[in-house]
């Protein structure tokens, strides 16, 4: 069945430490790969998003991922976080020719100012 | 431009009422989902339309229905409420480019709790 794996359920930083959230999933054909942030009382908001081309995105507000194909895996960056980053973060997985998202759990990150 | 507009944001209801949770997009989106979000299960699918008078089951159906009569519209009803439905409700609306379908757009949800 296809899933997504995200290994880390909470996450604890100060301001300025590095982060890396890990995403992997299980599916063997040509995927499109997201990840979500919700921030407390919101919505979910799109971060970034991989379709094809260039492994590593970019996205808002300081984020990047890199897709490795061979891995399985679409890890979640950011050099440096903010006490604003203080939210929900969910990786999805749409495999292409479907129109459906697979969600991991989620990871909860808390920034400590 | 509203995006996607849910309502209502809190509801409350006894074991066994009846109630709509409604949906509407204003991006002219083809596709159209329903999740339902737990603590430590992430969003799962509950039923989804790829246009207007198509419907199909995601991963949890049970326990609800949709109808989709107009490309904007995409309500969702629980037919007899169950503490077990006691969540948050998410609706999003993704464009449909040459078929491949691209990001989602999430409304603000719904908070139900079922006594």
């Known amino acids: 069945a296809q899933s997504v794996s995200q290994h880390n359920h909470h996450v604890i930083l100060s301001e300025a430490a590095s982060l890396e959230l890990g995403c992997n999933y299980s599916y063997g054909g040509t995927v499109n790969l997201f990840w979500y942030v919700q921030y407390p009382g919101q919505h979910l908001q799109l971060l970034l998003k991989y379709f094809s081309g260039d492994p590593l995105v970019k996205g808002i507000k300081g984020f990047e991922a890199e897709f490795i194909k061979s891995k399985f895996s679409f890890n979640l960056r950011k050099p440096s976080v903010q006490w604003s980053d203080t939210a929900e973060y969910f990786c999805?997985?749409?495999?292409?020719?479907?129109?459906?998202?697979?969600f991991g759990t989620g990871t909860r990150l808390k920034v400590l100012a | 431009n509203a995006g996607v507009t849910q309502t209502p944001k809190f509801q409350v209801l006894k074991t066994g009422q009846s109630m709509t949770l409604q949906c509407a997009q204003d991006?002219?989106?083809?596709?159209m989902s329903w999740y339902r979000q737990d603590p430590g299960m992430g969003l799962r699918l509950i039923h989804y339309?790829?246009?207007?008078?198509?419907?199909d089951q995601g991963e949890v159906p049970n326990g609800y229905n949709v109808s989709r009569s107009t490309t904007e519209d995409f309500p969702l009803r629980l037919l007899s409420a169950a503490p077990s439905q006691t969540s948050v409700y998410f609706c999003?609306?993704?464009?449909?480019?040459?078929?491949?379908?691209?990001?989602?757009?999430f409304g603000q949800g719904t908070r139900l709790t079922v006594v």
């Open positions: 999805a997985v749409s495999p292409s020719g479907t129109y459906k998202y697979i």
């Open positions: 991006m002219n989106h083809e596709y």
């Open positions: 999003a609306s993704t464009p449909l480019r040459g078929g491949r379908s691209t990001e989602a757009f």
């Open positions: 339309s790829v246009g207007a008078g198509i419907t």
